[in-house]
């Protein structure tokens, strides 16, 4: 599996951004998706998961309300939008497919894209 996010730059506070992943290899329509986090000097982390048949989504409490994810599997494409961005929202972006649910959201594969970064200012 392949992927490639694309979307990310630098923003001001306050401001919106939607990253993209495009997806390629192995199909990934029937299994679950979703987008992880890595700030400065912080462990990569859980933002938002998205059903195969983009009947469940999933956030991290600190993204709920302003970042929304969804697919397009005729496009092999994953989406997250986030709005009212903050600086706290600093990160690399990675996209990541075959993801499964336990106790926390894992990636058993370790399918993941290359990153994207975000940045806001404020």
């Known amino acids: 599996v392949q992927l490639v996010e694309s979307g990310g730059g630098l923003v001001q506070a306050g401001t919106s951004l939607t990253l993209a992943c495009a997806a390629s290899?192995?199909?990934?329509?029937?299994?679950?998706m979703g987008w992880f986090r890595q700030g400065p000097g912080k462990e990569r982390e859980f933002v938002a998961a998205?059903?195969?048949?983009?009947?469940?989504?999933y956030y991290a409490d600190s993204v709920k309300g302003r970042f929304t994810i969804s697919r397009d599997n005729t496009k092999n494409t994953v989406y997250l939008q986030m709005n009212s961005l903050k600086p706290e929202d600093t990160a690399l972006y990675y996209c990541?497919?075959?993801?499964?649910?336990?106790?926390?959201?894992?990636?058993?594969?370790?399918?993941w894209g290359q990153g994207t970064q975000v940045t806001v200012s404020s």
């Open positions: 990541a497919a075959d993801i499964r649910l336990s106790s926390h959201w894992y990636n058993p594969h370790n399918y």
């Open positions: 290899g192995r199909t990934v329509n029937d299994h679950a």
């Open positions: 998205i059903t195969w048949s983009s009947i469940n989504t």
